[in-house]
Nanobody, 125 residues
Framework: QLQLVESGGGLVQPGGSLRLSCAAS????????????IGWFRQAPGKEREGVSS????????NYADSIKGRFTISRDNAENTVYLQMNSLKPEDTAIYYC??????????????WGQGTQVTVSS
């Protein structure tokens, strides 16, 4: 079973930046993330989980939610077995738990099979 681990969350001031990482867990290190499309999702308190961005297995195709276009960039390094979400110009409304997921497509969380435990991102002054 593929298990994912997110890292890189934290507390940042409005306008700041963070880079999230998504990797296979140590127990699942034999899995090659390069075989899978990866999506980033977020869930704020009291809200449904929403799609943020996704990237194809090769990295040649990406999708972004309108709310983060121009501020967030998804990328992957298949040699490092890691997918990244660079978040710039962060706003308080970006505060949420961020999850990565594998083996799916698009920005609908229902389309994805494997999930990480999430990492908290808080944007506040």
């Amino acid at each position: 079973q593929l298990q994912l681990v997110e890292s890189g969350g934290g507390l940042v001031q409005p306008g700041g930046s963070l880079r999230l990482s998504c990797a296979a867990s140590r127990s699942a290190s034999r899995f090659t993330l390069g075989y899978y499309a990866i999506g980033w999702f977020r869930q704020a308190p009291g809200k449904e989980r929403e799609g943020v961005s996704s990237i194809s297995s090769s990295g040649g195709s990406t999708n972004y939610a309108d709310s983060i276009k121009g501020r967030f960039t998804i990328s992957r390094d298949n040699a490092e077995n890691t997918v990244y979400l660079q978040m710039n110009s962060l706003k308080p409304e970006d505060t949420a738990i961020y999850y990565c997921a594998a083996s799916g497509y698009g920005l609908d969380p229902k389309n994805y099979r494997y999930w990480g435990q999430g990492t908290q991102v808080t944007v506040s002054s």
